[in-house]
């Protein structure tokens, strides 16, 4: 029978059924969660979190580097092939195929290491960089200007702690070895001093890292390593 209206106000006063009102909820609850999923889902590909591993077989990576030392910025590493390595153009070009340059390996030790180069860190937190010859520079020594300094390691203007040699550059880093003073003038890349054969301007084709000359080793030049540039050089 139809309602009068008086049976229709009082049925809308008693509201919906309860069991109803659950469906609807129980509906809506589902619905936020579908969209929020697909949301963060989309927010996921956009932006994936960033790679903390080190670089794995098929893999080729690009990492900025610059070396400053008293005052002046270190001629850039010239072309050596090898797993991790540069071409002369201020990069470390990382594309590891072997164990022994993948994942952990795949640091920055390795990569000074195929210029014969160590920079490490000792157990109270002192950092030294040995060169080709075995002139070394650590925390504490000084410039010609008689201040000591302290090794500064950066990765996109932002301090990295711990042991240099086992930072693992990723695509896109910029990174920056600065013990003393910034400067614009170069300083001679020792490794192209102990190996002229592969030193920029060399008419010889780059191969595999020479091995090291421990006979008869070439010494930096005198003083090379404390020479600090003019007060109006620009930093």
């Excluded at 936020?32 to 080729?60: C, D, K, N, Q």
């Excluded at 614009?184 to 592969?198: D, F, G, M, R, W």
Aim: aromatic residues 8%; glycine residues 12%.
């Amino acid at each position: 029978m139809p309602k009068t209206r008086q049976q229709r106000r009082a049925a809308a006063r008693r509201g919906v059924n309860p069991r109803r009102k659950g469906t609807i909820v129980l509906l809506v609850i589902v619905t936020v969660l579908l969209v929020g999923g697909g949301a963060f889902g989309a927010y996921s590909v956009l932006h994936p979190p960033p790679i903390t591993r080190g670089a794995i077989a098929g893999e080729h990576w690009h990492a900025s580097y610059k070396i400053y030392i008293c005052g002046k910025r270190m001629q850039n590493y010239p072309t050596v092939e090898g797993e991790l390595h540069s071409h002369g153009d201020g990069f470390l070009h990382i594309h590891p195929s072997s164990p022994q340059y993948t994942g952990d390996n795949a640091n920055l030790g390795n990569f000074l290491l195929l210029y014969e180069t160590t920079f490490t860190q000792d157990a109270k937190g002192h950092r030294i960089m040995t060169f080709p010859t075995g002139q070394s520079l650590k925390d504490g020594d000084t410039c010609s200007n008689k201040k000591h300094y302290k090794w500064i390691f950066t990765n996109k203007g932002k301090a990295v702690k711990g042991d240099p040699a086992k930072f693992l550059p990723h695509n896109g880093d910029v990174l920056v070895m600065q013990f003393g003073p910034k400067g614009s003038a170069i300083l001679p890349n020792p490794y192209s001093i102990k190996h002229p054969e592969v030193a920029p301007g060399s008419t010889t084709v780059p191969g595999v890292t020479p091995g090291p000359d421990v006979s008869q080793p070439n010494p930096i030049p005198s003083g090379l390593l404390t020479q600090t540039p003019p007060p109006s050089a620009t930093p």
